[in-house]
Structure formats: structure tokens, C-alpha cells
């Protein structure tokens, strides 16, 4: 007993452990052990100020607002239901939107090469004048020796 001012007693009523390092609850200004200093540990009667937390949706990653007294799951699932840019089930847009304009070619890309000369769209593998067999006005492009 050559320190009897050093460490305080667990606040909690079934506890009253003495620690050398306790914890103040910064919700009611008390002192807790380890094993108590949680709100819920000690089942602080001021958590409410102290302890908000904003959920986040799990598909957009937005956090989602909670008013007092809702409860963050059911907003969550309303924020996904209306307004979730995320959504599965929501349609999303095309990446690959332009098609390639050679007969007999589906492939699609997601810039559009057009041809300078024809103005066609066409695929990475016909994009120049001979490889779909551009003709400018009347006369047919030949290879360049």
C-alpha cells in the first residue's frame, strides 16, 4: 500500500475492479475498467449523444443520413430501393455501343471509328479504308506501293 491515491475503481456496480489505467467515459464523465469502458459494456445512459454512427450503402458506398428514432437497415434498404445509382436490378448503360459497319462483321467497340472518307463506324480490325473496302465516290481506294 505505498500508492493508495494511484488507480481508480471500476464504476461499473458489478465490477468495482481497481485499475491503474482506467478509462474515462467521455458520455457520463465516469471511470471504467477494460472490460466496461464500452457505451454498451456499461450500458451508458448518455450513448445516444455520443455514439452515432452513419451506415453506408454497401453497393454505391454513399453514406445514407438516419434520423433519430429509424432504424438504419430499413434506411438502407429504402436508399437501395429508390435512390441507389448501383442497383442491380436498374438498367445500366451499354458500354460497347458502336457497331461495326462491314457486312458480315458484329463486333462493337466502345469508341466510334469512323472513316474519314465513307463516314462509316467500324471495328479496331476495319477501321482503315481497305480492310472494309471503303469507296469514296465512285473510284475504289488502292493500296499505296
Same mark, same amino acid.
Given at each position: 500500500?505505498?500508492?493508495?491515491?494511484?488507480?481508480?475503481?471500476?464504476?461499473?456496480?458489478?465490477?468495482?475492479?481497481?485499475?491503474?489505467?482506467?478509462?474515462?467515459?467521455?458520455?457520463?464523465?465516469?471511470?471504467?475498467?477494460?472490460?466496461?469502458?464500452?457505451?454498451?459494456?456499461?450500458?451508458?445512459?448518455?450513448?445516444?449523444?455520443?455514439?452515432?454512427?452513419?451506415?453506408?450503402?454497401?453497393?454505391?458506398?454513399?453514406?445514407?443520413?438516419?434520423?433519430?428514432?429509424?432504424?438504419?437497415?430499413?434506411?438502407?434498404?429504402?436508399?437501395?430501393?429508390?435512390?441507389?445509382?448501383?442497383?442491380?436490378?436498374? $438498367?445500366?448503360?451499354?458500354?460497347?455501343?458502336?457497331?461495326?459497319?462491314?457486312?458480315?462483321?458484329?463486333? $462493337?467497340?466502345?469508341?466510334?471509328?469512323?472513316?474519314?472518307?465513307?463516314?462509316?463506324?467500324?471495328?479496331?480490325?476495319?477501321?482503315?479504308?481497305?480492310?472494309?473496302?471503303?469507296?469514296?465516290?465512285?473510284?475504289?481506294?488502292?493500296?499505296?506501293?
Amino acid at each position: 500500500m505505498e500508492f493508495p491515491d494511484l488507480g481508480k475503481h471500476c464504476s461499473e456496480k458489478t465490477c468495482k475492479q481497481l485499475d491503474f489505467l482506467p478509462v474515462k467515459c467521455d458520455a457520463c464523465k465516469q471511470d471504467f475498467c477494460k472490460d466496461h469502458f464500452t457505451y454498451a459494456a456499461h450500458k451508458c445512459p448518455f450513448a445516444f449523444q455520443k455514439d452515432v454512427q452513419v451506415p453506408v450503402c454497401p453497393l454505391c458506398n454513399t453514406p445514407i443520413p438516419v434520423k433519430k428514432g429509424q432504424i438504419p437497415d430499413v434506411v438502407v434498404s429504402d436508399h437501395i430501393d429508390r435512390d441507389c445509382d448501383s442497383h442491380p436490378g436498374k $438498367k445500366k448503360e451499354k458500354i460497347f455501343t458502336y457497331r461495326c459497319s462491314k457486312e458480315g462483321c458484329k463486333k $462493337k467497340e466502345m469508341l466510334q471509328m469512323a472513316c474519314a472518307q465513307c463516314h462509316g463506324n467500324f471495328c479496331i480490325q476495319h477501321r482503315h479504308p481497305l480492310d472494309h473496302s471503303c469507296r469514296h465516290g465512285s473510284r475504289p481506294t488502292v493500296k499505296a506501293g
